[in-house]
């Protein structure tokens, strides 16, 4: 683990709660990536965020779901109105820039359950 | 079309033998960079090779190699000398030097058997 920090690290829920996931990138690093990964499935882009700006957000379902990253404190995934269909794992990554050359590193994950 | 394509959904290898993982990629962008991570079973993903597209020589991390054939498209990971903890879910990704996302395949399970 390459210093991302994400919790909790798992998360049960019932169907139409809030799910906040926090994620404190690497030091150094000002870019926060969110993806969600399905059981058996790959990785899925949700939104990419400088502190303080969401620079991408094509991958974020256009209800329930937002993102923030302030300027002091860690990013915050929100999913309100939790369904069924939203678990899964959520991870954060976090690199030093936008380069095409520059290495996201990956948290440990945020497994949430909706029950 | 896919960005990057992954067509080995799992693969078996004997212990100590070498493995290669294919991955194959679209881009029309011309600078780009391409990585793998391993996923273990306690599920965090682990970066452990990058190659970038203007490298002329293929990466090498230890027993991880890439093998990057720009005119192929392609860019599969070598794992020398396998070993149990090599049993993982491997994922291609790429980064390309428009846009902003990571884009993921959709993974190979390696097994290594002893």
């Known amino acids: 683990n390459a210093g991302v920090m994400q919790n909790p690290r798992h998360l049960v829920r019932r169907r139409g709660q809030e799910a906040r996931l926090r994620c404190s990138p690497m030091?150094?690093?000002?870019?926060v990536y969110w993806y969600r990964q399905l059981p058996e499935e790959g990785l899925k882009f949700m939104v990419y965020?400088?502190?303080?700006?969401?620079?991408?957000e094509s991958g974020m379902p256009k209800e329930r779901f937002s993102a923030e990253f302030p300027k002091e404190g860690p990013s915050i995934l929100r999913i309100q109105q939790v369904v069924r269909g939203d678990s899964a794992a959520y991870f954060c990554?976090?690199?030093?820039?936008?380069?095409?050359?520059?290495?996201?590193?990956f948290g440990e994950g945020s497994w949430l359950t909706v029950v | 079309a896919q960005k990057i394509t992954q067509t080995q959904p799992g693969m078996f290898v004997q212990e100590k033998e070498a493995v290669t993982l294919d991955c194959t990629y679209d881009t029309s962008d011309p600078s780009y960079g391409l990585f793998w991570y391993k996923q273990p079973s306690s599920g965090e993903m682990i970066f452990l090779i990058y190659q970038g597209s203007y490298d002329q020589q293929n990466a090498t991390e230890g027993r991880y190699s890439l093998n990057f054939q720009k005119a192929r498209k392609s860019a599969n990971l070598v794992i020398s000398a396998s070993q149990l903890g090599d049993s993982a879910m491997y994922f291609c990704?790429?980064?390309?030097?428009?846009?902003?996302?990571?884009?993921f395949g959709t993974g190979t399970s390696l097994t290594v058997i002893p």
């Open positions: 990704a790429m980064r390309e030097v428009t846009g902003n996302q990571f884009y």
């Open positions: 990554a976090s690199s030093p820039g936008t380069g095409f050359e520059n290495t996201i590193y």
């Open positions: 965020l400088q502190k303080e700006n969401i620079i991408d």
């Open positions: 030091k150094g690093h000002s870019h």
